[in-house]
């Protein structure tokens, strides 16, 4: 029953990360589709697309999180003789958070050049954020899916 779980949570995770790294590429396109103007009169397709994206990247590492239990109650004498599966368990969660954090920086960046009131230099627009972020959003789908497997081989273990 556990591997069904783990199936359907990888599943999951996989297609909402996906879909979030479609929604930060397409909405790099739409930035860079046509005249630009900056800055923009009003937010345009890429500033909801981006906000798309960076709720759903957040969403999936809160979904991992929570349903990733290795790593939650270690305390320091559990490091020194941990099992391969807890540390790949423990590394791939804090990696996870440090890929969610940069993916929703380069897409706050990105989303800021089609936002009004943005006080970002139009010099910005030039660099491909939103690609960037939805690139990290298909690498952090990855990474959660690597820590709910190595997290419930530990759990299999203890």
């Known amino acids: 029953m556990w591997n069904l779980k783990l199936l359907l949570l990888c599943l999951s995770v996989m297609i909402t990360d996906i879909v979030a790294g479609v929604l930060g590429i397409e909405a790099d396109k739409a930035l860079q589709k046509g005249t630009h103007v900056c800055p923009p009169k009003k937010a345009g397709p890429a500033y909801k697309l981006g906000i798309a994206s960076a709720v759903l990247v957040g969403l999936t ?42 993916a929703m920086m380069f897409l706050g960046v990105g989303v800021s050049n089609d936002y009004p009131v943005s006080h970002i230099p139009c010099s910005f627009s030039k660099f491909p954020f939103l690609t960037v972020g939805g690139v990290l959003c298909f690498l952090d789908g990855v990474i959660c899916v690597i820590n709910q497997v190595s997290s419930a081989s530990a759990n299999a273990e203890a």
């Open 61 to 102: 590492l809160a979904i991992s999180d929570s349903l990733s239990k290795s790593t939650k109650s270690r305390t320091l004498s559990d490091s020194t003789r941990s099992s391969p599966a807890r540390t790949v368990a423990t590394a791939t969660f804090w990696l996870s958070w440090v890929v969610c954090i940069l």
